[in-house]
Structures are given as C-alpha cells and as structure tokens.
C-alpha cells in the first residue's frame, strides 16, 4: 500500500513540472504584450500566406488619353474660319456696300462666294476624317466638330448675304447722299441741267404720265441728248426706277448703230428723281444737285 502512495506522489510531482515548462493558451495571452497579436498577423492574408508590406495592391492599368484634336482637326478648323469670314464680310458688303467701299470687287462679288462656300466644304471634309481617323475610345465630343459649325455658319452667312443682294441691290444701309435737285419745278429742272449740258436746241418735249401713278414728270431733250424723271414720293421712285433704268437701257441697244445712241451713258440718282446724260455731263450735275451715279447696264 506505500509502495501505492508514492506511485501517486511521484505522478503529482511530474505533472506539476510539465505545467511549469509548458504553460497554457490563457497564460501566454495574460503574458503576451497588447497589440502582439496585430503585429504577428500583419503579414499573413486570411489564407495564412505571407504578403510584403511594400506591394499589398496592383496597380490598375492607366486609361488611354482622350485626344481633343488632332494637326489635320486644326487645319480644318483654320480654313473653316477663313471661309467664315470671306463669308461674313460678302455679307457686310451687301448690307452696307458704300460704308465699305474698299471691299468693293472682291468680296462683293459672286466669286467670292463660291470660295467661301469650297473652302467650307473642305473644312468640313478635313473634319469628319480628323474625327473618324481617331480610334473611337480616344476621340473626344470636339474633335472635328468646329468645322462643322463653321460649314453650317459659312452656308448661313451667304444666304444671308444673297438674301440682302436681291432684296436690296443698292445694301440697307446706305451712305447719306446730298440731294439738292428743284424738284418742285420742271422750268428749274431744265435749266439746272442746261447750265450743265448746254442749251436744248431743240426745246424739251414732255411725256404723259398718266399712265404711271407716282410720277410727277419726265422731260426729254434731243440735242444734246439728255433726260429727266421726277417722282411725286420715295416709294414711287423705288417701284419705277427699275423699269425706267432698263427702258434707257433697252433704247440705248436698239439704236445702238445710230450716232445719237453712241457715248458714254450714265445714270444720276436723286430720293425723287432720276437723269440720263453723257458721263462728264452728269458729274458736273452731281455736283451741283448731288445724287448717286451709275452705269446704263
């Protein structure tokens, strides 16, 4: 029975040591510092695999750069805007021709409207190929699409001016122009311009008028040979001075071959009248009544 007793005692003894040398889970916790646990665990994942600390994340691939234009995009935007403002200026030309004289000849022609419209039309072009040269996830909203609005804002500045053109041959606004013809009396009518073209040797000879609602007169002289209307108000002489310009016009021409018809005719323009004599005689007149020049087309 002793021999039991120290069995047991000697097995207490040895578990007591494996305690001492062997501590518990709880114990090395009590021991453990704070924040350990933390630490340690830092450079494991959740799969328990080691990661760097310099590199815990790849880097996303950088998008491409989104091209807002390109050198043939700015070519065709430059002629764009040469085309816009040979188109800009026919148009301020036909509004307004004799406040800018200058530009009479060139951009008050026809020609240079038809260049203005061809080089629309190849910005245009040059900009829907800058556009479409461009891979589609590069290319941006503006890319090529201001020669667009210079092609639709060219079309539309010449229509504007052709508009003007037909409805307002001599421009809406006009150079104020002295005016200064006795339009009230016939007799002064006549001698102003004799005083000018010499004596009508023949006397004057008067056209009936009753025909024409709006005009006051028309005197004609054969030798030398010259002529004058006179309107009763500015609308009358706007609705008559047309057909009475082509009516010299078509005289001229007819007896073209005869020695009275030969010479250098022009026109003088006044708001109520209208004369028809030699050039050299009509710029004397319009210095004397003022007025407006033009050729007998």
């Known amino acids: 029975?002793?021999?039991?007793?120290?069995?047991?005692e000697e097995y207490a003894k040895s578990q007591d040591e494996g305690a001492t040398q062997n501590p518990s889970t709880s114990e090395l916790d009590e021991k453990q510092p704070?924040?350990?646990?933390?630490?340690?665990?830092t450079g494991r994942n959740p799969a328990g695999r080691h990661q760097s600390g310099s590199g815990a994340t790849a880097p996303r691939a950088s998008r491409p750069t989104v091209r807002r234009s390109t050198p043939l995009s700015r070519i065709a935007l430059l002629i764009g805007i040469i085309a816009l403002a040979v188109a800009g200026l026919?148009?301020?030309?036909?509004?307004?021709?004799?406040?800018?004289?200058?530009?009479?000849?060139?951009?008050?022609?026809?020609?240079?409207?038809?260049?203005s419209a061809a080089l629309a039309l190849i910005s245009l072009v040059l900009g829907i190929v800058s556009r479409f040269i461009v891979p589609r996830f590069q290319r941006s909203h503006s890319t090529g699409s201001w020669s667009i609005v210079c092609f639709v804002?060219?079309?539309?500045?010449?229509?504007?001016?052709?508009v003007v053109h037909n409805l307002f041959p001599t421009g809406i606004i006009k150079e104020a122009v002295r005016d200064e013809a006795p339009t009230t009396s016939v007799s002064a009518m006549q001698k102003g311009m004799e005083q000018t073209a010499g004596t009508c040797t023949d006397g004057w000879q008067s056209m009936g008028v009753s025909e024409y609602p709006g005009v006051s007169s028309i005197e004609a002289c054969k030798s030398p040979?010259?002529?004058?209307?006179?309107?009763?108000n500015t609308s009358a002489a706007s609705l008559y001075r047309g057909a009475a310009e082509q009516k010299i016009a078509s005289l001229l021409s007819e007896y073209s071959d005869k020695s009275q018809a030969q010479g250098d005719w022009r026109i003088l323009n006044g708001k109520q009248w209208l004369v028809f004599a030699q050039a050299s005689e009509i710029q004397k007149l319009q210095k004397s009544w003022g007025g407006t020049i033009s050729t007998v087309d």
């Open 1 to 8: 029975m002793a021999d039991d007793l120290d069995f047991f």
């Open 34 to 41: 704070y924040g350990a646990d933390s630490q340690s665990d």
């Open 90 to 115: 026919f148009l301020a030309y036909a509004v307004a021709p004799s406040k800018i004289q200058f530009l009479n000849g060139i951009f008050g022609t026809t020609a240079a409207a038809i260049a």
């Open 153 to 162: 804002c060219s079309l539309l500045l010449l229509a504007g001016g052709f």
């Open 225 to 232: 040979r010259m002529a004058f209307i006179v309107f009763s």
